[in-house]
């Protein structure tokens, strides 16, 4: 199996946190934050949410990252074994766990399926309930996004760009994710074969991160220096700030209409879960 060492950096930028996080606030009244800490860490980002609740991201305590899955207000860490960083990246309704683990200073995938670890030489960062995985391949120093679908691997760029992201797909298949073009950042979704921007209006930049099976797309923007969540729905777009925070991102959406992200308060980065009432 060829083994390649993938810079942190790149799959920060796959995940839309590769920007100064800034926020106003503003969030709708008719929607529930819930906080998501885990206990002695310094930081806590959850990163995806499957249909049933359960969420998975990753914290880090004494300098030393781990992954962690939250099911039932129970949490477990998610460690790859022998890794000295493990950050899952998306779940799927079977609880099948997709992301990425440094080993050896070497940054390879992980799957972990019925507690059964599987690497690769390519980075998953999303999964849907048929098992099908997108994420990144670095080949050359460019980066492509690609779809595993029933064994079968493709390699996919969006028209013209110098870097392009898979990070959440649903169970139809459409897909979503970042790409570059003269070094600035927009969102894609890519359904029915075809593919088109996801572009914040007045957004200096927009990351887009999940989608869920309703075609309800989540992700980051900034504008005037400040980054906010934001919920595409219906063709509108709403902007999710966690009250309070100076930096708020979204990074996943279930089909019940559930978010997860981050926020920081006092240069702290927390994680929340968003519910509609």
């Known amino acids: 199996m060829m083994r390649k060492s993938v810079a942190l950096s790149l799959f920060v930028l796959c995940l839309g946190l590769g920007v100064t996080l800034k926020a106003q606030s503003g969030e709708p ?6 906080t998501i800490d885990i206990p002695g ?22 300098g030393v990252q781990h992954g962690f899955l939250r099911s039932d207000d129970s949490v477990t860490t998610v460690d790859v074994p022998g890794a ?49 995985i997108v994420g990144v391949q670095s080949i050359n120093g460019v ?19 110098s870097f392009t992201s898979a990070l959440g797909i649903n169970a139809r298949g459409d897909i979503v994710g970042n790409y570059a073009i003269g070094g600035l950042f927009h969102g894609y979704l890519l359904s029915g074969g075809e593919l088109s921007s996801v572009e914040v209006p007045g957004a200096s930049a927009t990351f887009s991160r999940g989608i869920n099976n309703r075609g309800n797309i989540v992700g980051n923007y900034t504008s005037a220096g400040a980054t906010h969540g934001y919920l595409l729905r219906g063709g509108e777009f709403t902007t999710i700030d966690f009250p309070g925070a100076s930096s708020t991102g979204a990074a996943a959406i279930n089909s019940r209409g559930e ?19």
């Open 29 to 34: 009244e008719s929607d529930v934050f819930t």
């Open 41 to 62: 860490a310094s930081s806590t980002q959850a990163i995806g949410i499957n249909s049933r609740g359960d969420v998975v991201g990753f914290y880090v305590t004494d």
């Open 259 to 277: 978010i997860v992200g981050t926020y920081t308060i006092g240069g702290v980065t927390h994680s929340y879960q968003l519910t509609e009432r």
């Open 84 to 132: 000295s960083l493990t950050q899952p990246a998306g779940i799927n309704p079977r609880g099948d766990i997709v992301g990425f683990y440094v080993s050896d200073g070497v940054m390879r995938g992980f799957l972990l399926s019925d507690d059964s670890f599987t690497t690769f030489d390519f980075g998953p960062l999303g999964i849907n309930p048929r098992g099908d």
């Open 143 to 161: 980066v492509h996004a690609f779809l595993l679908s029933r064994g079968e691997f493709t390699l996919f760029d969006f028209p013209g760009a």
